[in-house]
Each structure stands twice: as C-alpha cells, then as structure tokens.
T-cell receptor, first 114, second 115 residues
Framework: KQEVTQIPAALSVPEGENLVLNCSFTDSAIYNLQWFRQDPGKGLTSLLL?????REQTSGRLNASLDKSSGRSTLYIAASQPGDSATYLCAVWGSGAGSYQLTFGKGTKLSVIP | DTGVSQDPRHKITKRGQNVTFRCDPI?????LYWYRQTLGQGPEFLTYFQNEAQLEKSRLLSDRFSAERPKGSFSTLEIQRTEQGDSAMYLC?????????????FGNGTRLTVT
C-alpha cells in the first residue's frame, strides 16, 4: 500500500526567504506526482504536476522536483510572501492496484511572517 | 471553465439522519472522484466514476454510503444513518481522460457535522 509522508508538518519563515518542502513515497511505481495548496476551510488548488518520466516542473516562484527511484519530491518556493501561507499537500498516482486514486500526504502547514 | 462546484458548503445533521451532497464537475471532464478529509489529514479516496460508470470504491465506503453519476455529468454522494464519525470535509474532483498528465481539479468541499 502506497504511503506518502511530508516533512516538516509545519514551517514558519520570514517573508522573502526561500524554502523547501519535502515529500516521500514508499512505492516508486507511480504515474505522476502532484503538489496542491489548500487554504483553511477550502478545497485544493493544483500547483504542479510532474509525470513519472520528468525530473522537475516550474511555475512562477515554484519549482517541484521528482526522484522516482528514491521515492522523493521537493517543492521549492522562492522569495516567499505572506500570501503563500497555506497547507501544501503532495499526492501520487499509483500505476498498480488502486491506480485510479491519488494518495495524499498529511501536508505541510506554511506560515510566512510579514 | 467555472471550476468544480459542490453543494451545500456546510451541512449540520443529527446522528441517524440521511444526507446528500452534489458535485458538478468541469463540463468536459469525464472522470469524477470523491474524497474525504478530516482535520489535520490529507484527503482519502472514496470512489471514482468514468462517465456514468463507478469503476472503483474504497473500503472506506461502507454500505451506508452510495454515490451516483446518472448521466455522466453531476454526481451525488448520499450517507444514510449518519454517525458522528462521518463528520468530515467531503471533496469532489474531476479530470480529463488521461491519468498521467491530467491534474485533478477540486471543488471547495462540503463540510459535514454530525451532532
């Protein structure tokens, strides 16, 4: 059974800092990995999707990397802003049994202090 | 693209009552998913539709839960004889056909509180 772990569970940084969020998964047989953002009481917003054949994806100040063989992904946020404060969730699509579902980590709660 | 919409946003019900939630996916998306999220946890998969066919159900989906997508467009999730443990955020998501390069788009969820 696929398990996804996100470290740290919470992170507080001053505005302007660069930061890295970590995600690890136990089964490397995946189609892709997706990073989401969730604001309190809201649904999830897709940030980046990395296919299993890719190493990284970039969107604005966000860069996500994928090392499938080691079961790891990182989300890099450059020049953080207070508006980046949210919970960031990592999720993987399995390519084996249960391949119709995303498996999520518990998230990293980010606070960017003005 | 108006996004995935869910109704209601909040539902408070007494234990033992039945509740029904609705999800309207993005119009051209033929895949629809239901997830459940409790406080401090990531979403957990409940069930998945491709068009009107329900192709996968999680073991989390007890016999008190039923989901439908009658015409391959909107979907409903019904919980019968609600229990306090059913209190959670119920999230709906949709996507296009190809799994490998099609991100999931989520709605804002329905928050259920069972008293």
């Amino acid at each position: 059974k696929q398990e996804v772990t996100q470290i740290p569970a919470a992170l507080s940084v001053p505005e302007g800092e660069n930061l890295v969020l970590n995600c690890s998964f136990t089964d490397s047989a995946i189609y892709n990995l997706q990073w989401f953002r969730q604001d309190p009481g809201k649904g999830l917003t897709s940030l980046l999707l990395i296919q299993s054949s890719q190493r990284e994806q970039t969107s604005g100040r966000l860069n996500a990397s994928l090392d499938k063989s080691s079961g790891r992904s990182t989300l890099y946020i450059a020049a953080s802003q207070p508006g980046d404060s949210a919970t960031y969730l990592c999720a993987v699509w399995g390519s084996g049994a249960g391949s119709y579902q995303l498996t999520f980590g518990k998230g990293t709660k980010l606070s960017v202090i003005p | 693209d108006t996004g995935v919409s869910q109704d209601p946003r909040h539902k408070i019900t007494k234990r033992g009552q039945n509740v029904t939630f609705r999800c309207d996916p993005i119009s051209e998306h033929n895949r629809l998913y239901w997830y459940r999220q409790t406080l401090g946890q990531g979403p957990e998969f409940l069930t998945y539709f491709q068009n009107e066919a329900q192709l996968e159900k999680s073991r989390l989906l007890s016999d008190r839960f039923s989901a439908e997508r009658p015409k391959g467009s909107f979907s409903t999730l019904e919980i019968q004889r609600t229990e306090q443990g059913d209190s959670a955020m119920y999230l709906c998501a949709s996507s296009l056909e190809a799994v490998s390069n099609s991100p999931l788009h989520f709605g804002n969820g329905t928050r259920l509180t069972v008293t």
